[in-house]
């Protein structure tokens, strides 16, 4: 199997002359981290924009053990996925848009300068083309990709960085959950809470993610597969999972309650990295409350709708994916 082998190109561009696939098993992937060949990095001072972004190859990063990100969390995240397409010809990206947005009204809230809407698309297109062998054979996976935006400049008191990274490095992914595309059982807890009026919950920080991971390793532990998290002033309308949003088949768009999820005929997580995963079970206060899970479900329909575009199958209507 070949090794990628950067060939010159423009500044800051890599071509690749490689074999097609890596060596992977891609009939195991999982969601685990699989180093992959490249990632791009763009800098840039506060109060400035960024420029000179550019590829390297995939390893560690130098950071200030003053870095803002490491001492006061100031940091971002993204998550998206790029395709190859079914006939062979092709790579497709989801809505990288949308993502560069999110990043930037993160920014805002997190007081960091952000990339321009192209420069995000640009960085992550240029990520997906330099690891193009990670991604996976259409049907096996995705590619993942981790856009993330931090304080890396120097900081003792409490204040924006002085520098900002922002990143993009990119692993090929199956399913998200052990039990793959199985059903999953949901647990819900209400001593602690995923977001809180007037906090980040609304934004995509780093900080939002490691303080679910205690419920989580408790949930595990008992058998479940996520924890599903309640609003946190009323303790009864349902907030998210740890890892995705959650829907109850109902129409409407509104806040749903606990006692909304006794009458659901359906509930389904769904999630960049999730995808839509049917619910077979929410446990809540030792009660186990059942969903349908058949082939009739219609999170089994909108998985395969979604997918379909995701990869090419089916028509994309809405102008949601990006062609490289
Ligand atoms: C994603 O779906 O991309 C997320 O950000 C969730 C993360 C915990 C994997």
Known sequence: KGVARAKGGRQGEVYLSVDEYADVDWDKLGFRLMETDYMYIMKCCQDDEFSHGHLNRYGNIELSPSAGVLNYAQGLFEGLKAYRKVN??????????????????????????????????HAVKQTVLANKRWIPP????????????????????????????????????????????????????????????????????????????????????????????????????????????????????????????????EVFCTGTAVVVAPVNSITYKGQRYKYNCGEDAVSRKLYKSLTDIQMGIAEDKKGWTVEI
């Not at 092709?90 to 990288?96: A, H, M, S």
């Not at 590619?143 to 120097?154: A, D, E, N, W």
């Not at 204040?159 to 647990?187: D, M, Q, W």
């Open 88 to 121: 062979g010809n092709g790579f497709l990206i989801f809505r990288p848009e949308e993502n560069a947005r999110r990043m930037q009204i993160g920014s805002d809230r997190m007081c960091m300068p952000s990339p321009s809407v192209e420069q995000f698309v």
């Open 138 to 265: 259409p049907g096996k996976g995705s590619l993942y990709v981790r856009p993330l935006l931090m304080g890396s400049g120097p900081i003792l008191g409490l204040a924006p960085a002085s520098e900002y990274t922002f990143l993009v490095y990119a692993a090929p992914v199956g399913n998200y959950f052990k039990e793959g595309l199985a059903p999953i059982n949901l647990v819900i807890q209400d001593e602690s809470y995923r977001a809180t009026p007037g906090g980040t919950g609304a934004v995509k920080t780093i900080a939002n993610y490691s303080p679910v991971l205690k419920a989580q390793m408790q949930a595990k532990k008992k058998g479940f597969t996520d924890v599903l998290f309640l609003d946190a002033v009323d303790n009864k309308y349902l907030e998210e999972a740890s890892s995705c949003n959650i829907f109850i088949r109902k129409v409407d768009e509104r806040l749903v309650s606990v006692e909304d999820l006794t009458d659901a005929d």
